[in-house]
């Protein structure tokens, strides 16, 4: 799918409740989608960035690196990859890892999830699904995004068991965005989640955690010298986004409120 390129690499995380759903616009117009809920609102907002409905439509599975932008060239004797564009890399469990969890009796539908990570030139954001920290442990054993992002959608909206703070440390995102209503009967982010969200997001580091149902969706927009910008809207995640309605994301405009919501956490312990 495709539709008209600016030389940006333009990233939404749409405020859909409890689920996910982004939307990848590569520099040249290639769209990649995670995910859909709320597909009246994705159409939508597809319509408005002018997608129509009779443009193909690919199912991409199975790759490690894909280049939906090309990079790959040949000379006479080799594949010559450009190293200035942009690749998404798909990270799937091992045959290894779903069968030693089936064995242990605990192998859920949250372990086959495939985290992707989207890079260009010195930005980087990691889409981390429903992993579990089983899948985290064996990406680290691996050396898999061993490298630091600028944003990552959390894991598993925010649970303990897909949320460490060693891991978090270690990536260094400047932003991160937590796909979820903690309103909702699931109660993500959890307690374990909240704490070291609350703990992570700080004004003197320039850390902004941010929960879609509070900060509703967001857009990333990252320039070629790797410089981006971050902004959210005001939709609702059943309403339509009005892309009119826009403004940079900031510590001080942030909606989600950590404090407030550790609080309630903390308190549910005893009630």
């Not at 319509?47 to 409905?53: A, I, N, R, S």
Request: hydrophobic share 35%; with cysteine.
């Amino acid at each position: 799918m495709s539709i008209q390129g600016d030389g940006n690499l333009i990233i939404y995380v749409l405020n859909v409740g409890q689920a996910d759903t982004s939307l990848i616009i590569t520099p040249k117009g290639h769209l990649v989608i995670i995910d859909v809920v709320q597909p009246a609102k994705v159409i939508d907002l597809l319509t408005k960035l002018g997608l129509h409905e009779n443009d193909e439509i690919d199912f991409i599975s199975g790759y490690s690196r894909m280049y939906p932008d090309g990079a790959l060239s040949t000379n006479q004797t080799d594949f010559i990859i450009d190293k200035e564009a942009l690749y998404i890399e798909l990270l799937g469990p091992p045959n290894s890892l779903l069968s030693q969890l089936e064995r242990d009796k605990k192998l859920d539908t949250n372990h086959l999830s495939i985290i992707s990570g989207v890079h260009w030139n010195k930005f980087s954001m990691v889409f981390a699904a429903d992993a579990q920290m089983e899948n985290w442990a064996y990406f680290d054993s691996e050396g898999m995004f061993s490298k630091k992002c600028k944003v990552l959608r959390s894991a598993h909206h925010g649970s303990g068991n897909g949320t460490q703070w060693e891991r978090l440390d270690r990536l260094d995102p400047k932003c991160v965005i937590i796909s979820s209503n903690p309103e909702s009967t699931h109660g993500l982010p959890d307690l374990i989640g909240t704490s070291i969200f609350s703990k992570y997001e700080t004004k003197s580091g320039g850390k902004i955690v941010a929960v879609t149902s509070a900060t509703k969706s967001i857009r990333i927009i990252v320039k070629k010298s790797g410089n981006y910008k971050i902004e959210h809207f005001e939709d609702q995640h059943d309403k339509k986004i009005d892309l009119s309605k826009n403004q940079k994301l900031t510590w001080d405009n942030n909606a989600t409120n950590w404090q407030a919501l550790l609080e309630k956490r903390t308190n549910n312990l005893y009630h």
